[in-house]
C-alpha cells in the first residue's frame, strides 16, 4: 500500500444532492481541502490542510493526517452519516 494511502477512506458527502465520495489519500483530502470555500477556513481547516500538506512532503505521518482530515469533515458536516460515531447517551442496538 501507499504510504499516502489512508488505511481506512473517509465518506464524505459535500453536497446533499451528490453521492457519497470516499477519501483514499492524503492527495484526494488536499482536493477537496482545495475546493472548500475561503470564507470556511477556519482553524480546524487549517489543521487539516497542514497535516494532509504535511504527509504529502513526509513530514506528518499519512494517520495523524486521515485524523485531521476526518475532523475537519465531522465538524463542517461534510461527513457521511454511516461514518459518525453514535453520541453518548444514545441508545445502542443490541445483539442476541
Not at 482545495?34 to 504527509?55: D, M, S, T
Request: one cysteine or more.
Amino acid at each position: 500500500m501507499d504510504n499516502s494511502h489512508f488505511a481506512v477512506p473517509v465518506r464524505v458527502s459535500t453536497l446533499p444532492e451528490m453521492p457519497i465520495e470516499e477519501i483514499y489519500s492524503v492527495e484526494q483530502a488536499l482536493d477537496v481541502l482545495a475546493e472548500w470555500p475561503k470564507g470556511r477556513q477556519g482553524k480546524l481547516y487549517q489543521a487539516a490542510f497542514n497535516a494532509c500538506f504535511g504527509a504529502s512532503v513526509g513530514v506528518v505521518s499519512t494517520e495523524e493526517a486521515c485524523r485531521a482530515f476526518a475532523a475537519f469533515c465531522r465538524v463542517s458536516g461534510i461527513m457521511a452519516k454511516d461514518m459518525m460515531k453514535p453520541k453518548k447517551g444514545a441508545e445502542q442496538p443490541r445483539l442476541m
